[in-house]
């Protein structure tokens, strides 16, 4: 397992150095941007909270005095909720900003012997995932076909949780798994991936299940509740 930091020195769009012999492209892809902003940088929940507190700081500003009834719109200081909004939809501009950036240098790509996973906006890394190397894989879907697919690497193979983010299976930070996140057509990337690693397993029995109840399965297991490639 490899990382590099040679986005711009690649010999090909993804790949930090030419395919040897024998090795070629199958398929290559990148977050869909908008689903990356919901699930990765939870812009959806982020935005819900806000409007929480807006609503809050809107009773508190027209509460009534002792006494007294509600306060008219025109005996209101305005100024601390516009100054809130603006902060709050400030952040949310830049969670969007972050995660199109995010979406947009990030390309995954599948040849015949490895996944190949270039991240990153500042300090851009590519990870060199041999089929080899992968224990096991999950799909995650979303809504219109899109969905994450994450790998599960063997025990001696670890990359950092930071190093990752966010193109890593949330909750799984001892032992952190890869995810190609937010794939269009994910169920069929996934099938792809099956595919490929059981063309370099020649002979092997290959399953490509749950690793958690909420994650689907492509195809079902045989007395494997973790989805593990055996």
Not at 29 to 46: E, Q, T
Not at 148 to 165: Q, T, V
């Amino acid at each position: 397992m490899k990382a590099t930091h040679e986005h711009e020195w690649e010999a090909a769009p993804g790949l930090p150095s030419a395919l040897p012999a024998g090795e070629h492209v199958v398929w290559q892809g990148s977050p869909a941007w908008r689903h990356l902003a919901v699930h990765a940088f939870h812009v959806r929940k982020i935005a819900v909270y806000f409007t929480f507190m807006l609503a809050v700081q809107v009773l508190n500003l027209t509460a009534p005095d002792s006494g007294t009834g509600w306060k008219a719109a025109a005996d209101v200081e305005w100024k601390p909720l516009l100054v809130a909004a603006s902060l709050y939809a400030f952040a949310l501009g830049l969670l969007l900003g972050t995660a199109w950036l995010s979406a947009s240098s990030t390309l995954y790509t599948l040849t015949n012997k490895r996944v190949v996973m270039r991240i990153g906006i500042v300090l851009t890394l590519t990870f060199n995932l041999p089929y080899k190397r992968i224990a096991g894989a999950s799909v995650k879907p979303y809504a219109n076909g899109l969905g994450d697919i994450a790998l599960a690497l063997h025990p001696e193979d670890r990359i950092g949780w930071a190093h990752l983010w966010p193109h890593q299976r949330a909750w799984h930070v001892t032992q952190p798994q890869p995810t190609l996140r937010c794939l269009p057509n994910s169920q069929q990337v996934g099938e792809q991936l099956l595919r490929l690693w059981r063309a370099e397993h020649a002979g092997q029995h290959l399953q490509l299940g749950d690793v958690a109840v909420s994650h689907a399965t492509l195809a079902p297991p045989k007395n494997n509740t973790q989805g593990m490639l055996a």
